[in-house]
């Protein structure tokens, strides 16, 4: 015997003011007879502070208690029989009410390494004492509404950075200390999730040959623990921008693509906050290099050159 949830939309992603249809699929060699089926709607923003840099705070994870943002149950059938073979039961149900004063924010989905914020679909059908019920689970997707969007922001400006030793607060190899380096570029840093990041890098001069040039996409999840507030940094992805020596004054694209789940619109709440940053990392050939190649790449370190941007992230219609 087994239970599944198929949703109408291969997606997933629903906004909250759309109704969310599918099918409760069930395969049962006899019939079986039960006392209702329910289906159950679970927002929540799930905020913990894991080891790392807050380990030291460890002790205070139980005080930051899941906010929730919605918990809904419908009765999809009453009690009756279900037929042996399979059977299909449709289902639709709004995550939020019609006209519903907007109370409460619903916030996009995103899974971070301290913040989840996640909506599940839970059916249940209900078979007595004698029996176990039967329930599986699904996560669906929630976007923003497009009322709740902004107009696609005027072609946003690019903020210009560079990178030379002069900019470095961390030690660098003496040759690199005293022979110098400049890189040039421009960076779209408020972007649109469903837009690449874009822009430019020309290395100027170096005096050491180059092996890498990456960009980190970074998130940085902040929790209120009680009076403290407990800031986290985290690496989403890296993408190479050039591979080795780069020749001189050559332009190189600047393209990344956001990747869903683990990006949603910059949000700074009262008991948590999401905001996102970008690290132009330049990485020199060097021996030293070598021996740490499992290092973390946004650490500073003697054969490392790095600028970091802030990036707002936001939803257009």
Sequence with gaps: MSIELKLSRINRVYRPSEV???KIIVRSSSSISHYGIRLAVNGSVNLQVRGGSAGVIETLVG??????????????????KIASGTSEIPFS?????????????????????????????TVDISRGYLHKSLSTTMEFIVESDKADLLERPVSPEMVIFYLTQDTQRHPLLPELKSGGFRVIGKMSTQCCLSDPIVGELTVE???VPISSIDMHLLRVESILLGEKIVTEQSLIQTTQIADGDVCRNMTLPIYVILPRLLTCPTVLAGPFSIEFKVAIVITFQSDVAKVHSKSDPTTPRLWLAMESLPLELVRTR
């Design 20 to 22: 969310v249809e599918g």
């Design 63 to 80: 005080v930051a208690k899941p906010i929730s943002i919605v918990n809904k149950i419908i009765e999809v059938r009453p009690s009756g």
């Design 93 to 121: 149900m709004n995550i939020k009410q019609p006209g519903e004063k907007n109370l409460v924010r619903f916030y996009e989905t995103f899974h971070g390494a301290n913040i989840n914020i996640q909506y599940l679909l």
């Design 205 to 207: 001069a170096s005096a």
